[in-house]
C-alpha cells in the first residue's frame, strides 16, 4: 500500500566537503558546502519507492502536489507504457456503445491521422506538445478548413483527457493537446430563408415527400439527421407536435441518438400536418420512416436479408444533391437544408424569450443559440441606421465636450420653472 505522504529532499552528489584538517563536515554543514539537487519521492502501491529529482525546489514541489493528489486518488503507481497504436485499438473498444455512433467515428479518424503523422509505435507517455501542434500546422497545410481543425483539436484533447483521468496511462498535466488553443475564424453570417423563397422551394418541389421535408426543415426545426429518422410514431397528428427521441434497434428500425441526446417535443405547422397526413397515406406499407421513399426501404430490407446492410449507412442517399438540384430550380440563392433549420430558429428568436429557443432547438449551451441562429436582416440594419441618422440630425451639442459646439437654446422661461 502506498504512503500518503510525498516527500521532498535534498539529494546530494560529489564528494563530501571537508575542514581545513581534512575532515568530513556533519550532515548540518552539507547545504551550504556541498552540491545538490531536490528529489520528490513516494511509494507505489506494490511498497516500492519511485523519485524524481530537479534542479530547484519550486519545481520539485509543484510535481509533489500532482503525486500527491495521484495518490489520494489511488494512482501512486508510475503510468503503464502503451503504444498508439494499442491505445487507439482500446480506445475504440471501450468507447463503442459509450458515445454515439458518429462521434466514435471522429474519434477514430482523429486518432488515425494523428497516429499516421507521429508513428504507430511511440510510446503514449512520450508524444510531446510540440508533435501535436506540429500535426495542427500539417492539418492547416493540408487545405482542411479551420473549423475541421478545432474539431480535431477538441477531439484530440478530450480522447488524451481520457488516458489521463480515466486510464491512467498519462501522468496529470500532460495532455499534449492540453495548452493549444483552436484556431481563430471569421464567423460567417447566417443565411437567412426569407418565406418568399421557402414559398419558392415549396411550390418547386415535384413530390410531396419533398414539400413535406422542407416544411418541417422551416416550420419545426429539425436538423438532418432528426428528418431522416423521424417515424411515424413521433408524430401526434392530434396535437400538431413532433417528438424527438431516441431510437432502440428493432427488426425495422434503427438505433439512433439525435445530436443533444435529450428528447423535447416540436410544434407542428398546419400546413406540415396536411402534408404528413398525405405523405402517411402514400408510404411503404410497413416502413415506420416518414421521408424513407419505397424503392429505398425494400432495397435496405433486401440487403439486410442477405446481411449485406452495413451499420452506420445512410438511410437516404443523395439526399443533399437532391436539395441542392430543388433549390436551383427554384432559383433560390445558395442555402443548405440546415439555413432552414436557422432560419426556423431566427424567427422564434423574434418572439420568444432565448431559453425557450435554446429547448426548441436542442442546443446544450445557450451560447450556440446566440452565436449561430440570431440573425439580423436587412431591415433590422435599415431601421438602426435610420435611428441614428435621426440622432445626428439634432442641432444638440453637450458643452462638456467641446467649447467651439453651438449650444442648446433654451427659453428664460423655462430656466425659471426649471
Not at 506540429?134 to 488524451?160: E, P
Not at 415527400?209 to 411515424?232: D, F, M, P
Not at 431559453?355 to 438602426?384: C, F, P, R
Request: proline fraction near 4%.
Amino acid at each position: 500500500m502506498a504512503t500518503e505522504k510525498v516527500g521532498i529532499y535534498r539529494k546530494y552528489h560529489g564528494p563530501i566537503p571537508t575542514d581545513n584538517k581534512g575532515k568530513p563536515l556533519p550532515k548540518s554543514e552539507w547545504p551550504r558546502k556541498r552540491a545538490f539537487r531536490w528529489a520528490v519521492r513516494w511509494f507505489g502501491s506494490d511498497g516500492k519507492r519511485y523519485s524524481k529529482s530537479f534542479k530547484t525546489r519550486k519545481e520539485a514541489e509543484r510535481l509533489a502536489e500532482i503525486k500527491q493528489a495521484d495518490i489520494r486518488s489511488g494512482r501512486a503507481d508510475p503510468p503503464p507504457a502503451i503504444t498508439l497504436k494499442d491505445f487507439k485499438t482500446e480506445h475504440e473498444q471501450v468507447m463503442c456503445g459509450q458515445v454515439a455512433r458518429r462521434t466514435l467515428d471522429d474519434q477514430k479518424r482523429a486518432l488515425r491521422m494523428f497516429m499516421e503523422h507521429v508513428g504507430k509505435n511511440i510510446q503514449l507517455q512520450k508524444i510531446s506538445p510540440k508533435q501535436a501542434e506540429s500535426f495542427i500546422a500539417a492539418r492547416l497545410s493540408s487545405g482542411v478548413t479551420v473549423a475541421t481543425v478545432n474539431k480535431d483539436i477538441r477531439t484530440l484533447k478530450g480522447i488524451f483527457n481520457r488516458a489521463i483521468e480515466t486510464r491512467c496511462y498519462l501522468p496529470s498535466g500532460h495532455n499534449p493537446f492540453g495548452n493549444i488553443k483552436e484556431r481563430k475564424r471569421a464567423q460567417k453570417q447566417v443565411r437567412y430563408v426569407s418565406v418568399a423563397e421557402y414559398q419558392a422551394l415549396s411550390k418547386t418541389a415535384e413530390s410531396i415527400r419533398w414539400r413535406a421535408v422542407i416544411s418541417v426543415a422551416y416550420g419545426s426545426g429539425l436538423r438532418r439527421g432528426e428528418i431522416l429518422n423521424l417515424t411515424w410514431s413521433d408524430i401526434d397528428f392530434e396535437n400538431h407536435q413532433i417528438y424527438i427521441t431516441a431510437k432502440s434497434a428493432t427488426e425495422a428500425i434503427f438505433e439512433w441518438e439525435p445530436k443533444d441526446h435529450e428528447a423535447r417535443v416540436l410544434p407542428l405547422t398546419e400546413e406540415t400536418t396536411l402534408l404528413l397526413n398525405c405523405l402517411q397515406t402514400k408510404c411503404a406499407e410497413g416502413c415506420p420512416y416518414v421521408f424513407l421513399p419505397a424503392k429505398r426501404w425494400e432495397y435496405i430490407q433486401r440487403r439486410q436479408q442477405t446481411s449485406q446492410w452495413q451499420e452506420g449507412q445512410a438511410l437516404v442517399n443523395n439526399f443533399d444533391r437532391d436539395f441542392h438540384k430543388l433549390r436551383g430550380n427554384a432559383g433560390v440563392a445558395e442555402c443548405t437544408l440546415h439555413d432552414l433549420r436557422r432560419s426556423c430558429i431566427t424567427n422564434w428568436a423574434r418572439i420568444l424569450p432565448i431559453h425557450v429557443v435554446q429547448k426548441l432547438a436542442g442546443h446544450s449551451d445557450i451560447k450556440t443559440t446566440q452565436k449561430y441562429y440570431l440573425s439580423v436582416e436587412e431591415n433590422y440594419l435599415e431601421k438602426a441606421r435610420a435611428v441614428q441618422t435621426e440622432i445626428l440630425r439634432c442641432d444638440l451639442t453637450d458643452p462638456k465636450l467641446t467649447h467651439s459646439g453651438k449650444k442648446a437654446a433654451f427659453s428664460r422661461a423655462k430656466r425659471k420653472i426649471a
